[in-house]
């Protein structure tokens, strides 16, 4: 899912360079979606092998 944030950011980069900017725009949000999804998942993840990492101990 990063890896898509990735590619999404860098298409909105090229396309504000190149002046379609509501393709920059709309592609900026999608990037911006996926990299919150992106971050919760990463939070919970960690959150969770935490909470394993105690029960072990």
């Known amino acids: 899912m990063l890896k898509w944030a990735l590619i999404f950011f860098v298409v909105s980069l090229i396309s504000g360079f190149f002046g379609?900017?509501?393709?920059?725009?709309?592609?900026a949000t999608i990037a911006r979606v996926l990299f919150a999804i992106f971050l919760i998942?990463?939070?919970?993840?960690l959150v969770l092998a935490v909470?394993?990492?105690?029960?072990?101990?």
């Open 41 to 45: 998942i990463f939070l919970v993840f």
């Open 20 to 27: 379609f900017s509501g393709v920059s725009a709309a592609t």
């Open 51 to 57: 909470m394993a990492g105690n029960a072990v101990v």
